[in-house]
């Protein structure tokens, strides 16, 4: 088997190449974008490997993987929007979109929730939760960033997509805190 580098240099001057073949400043709106979605990937594989060993988490789980894929068409929409390469994977439909509501409205009809802010987590998986649901907030920011600065490239259903990850995720962070929450409450910012 013959080793491959992945490794190429060409990024040692500030730049990367784009899957439509551009090159860009690694701060331009589209790098920015490409990068919140890798953060956003990284937090979705930590909660997705810390909930798979529980077997009543299992259609979480198997959610969270679908997300991890569907990053991948995400980026490949954001760095192609033309589709100027036959072999990417612009995947991404109305029936996927479909499938996170189905799994948003799933854990929504078992929650009970609080008719206050939820000022933090009340437990580690949720907490982990929390962090991708402002992972996934981060990448709306920078895919709308994007999409003001890139006249041509519309976006509606990937916008769309983003918004429902951090709403299933914060669905999510609080279905896994099993009716524990802890709520803004103000009085704890007088200083008696």
């Known amino acids: 088997m013959q080793h491959r580098s992945i490794t190429t240099g060409k990024g040692d001057q500030g730049e990367s190449r784009a899957l439509n073949g551009s090159t860009l ?9 490409l990068g919140a979605l ?11 490997i810390r909930l798979q060993p529980i077997a009543e988490e299992k259609e979480s789980t198997d959610c969270l993987f679908f997300l991890l894929h569907a990053c991948f068409a995400l980026g490949a929409f954001i760095s192609d929007p033309e589709s100027s390469d036959p072999e990417s994977p612009h995947a991404l439909t109305p029936q996927h979109l479909e499938r996170l509501e189905q799994e948003q409205h799933r854990l929504e009809r ?14 580690e998986d949720a907490a982990l939760a929390d962090l991708a649901v ?18 041509g490239f519309n976006a509606p259903l990937p916008l769309a997509f983003a918004n429902r990850m951090s709403d299933f995720l914060f669905i999510l962070a609080r ?13 704890r910012l007088n200083p008696d």
Not at 25 to 33: I, L
């Open 175 to 187: 279905h896994l805190e099993k009716g524990v929450y802890h709520t803004v409450d103000y009085s």
């Open 134 to 151: 402002a992972a996934a907030r981060s990448f709306e920011r920078r895919l709308v960033g994007y999409q003001r600065v890139a006249p």
């Open 25 to 33: 400043p690694k701060d331009h709106a589209m790098m920015e974008a």
């Open 38 to 48: 890798e953060t956003l990937r990284a937090h979705l594989a930590l909660l997705q």
């Open 110 to 123: 078992e929650l009970n929730l609080p008719g206050a802010f939820i000022a933090a987590a009340s437990n």
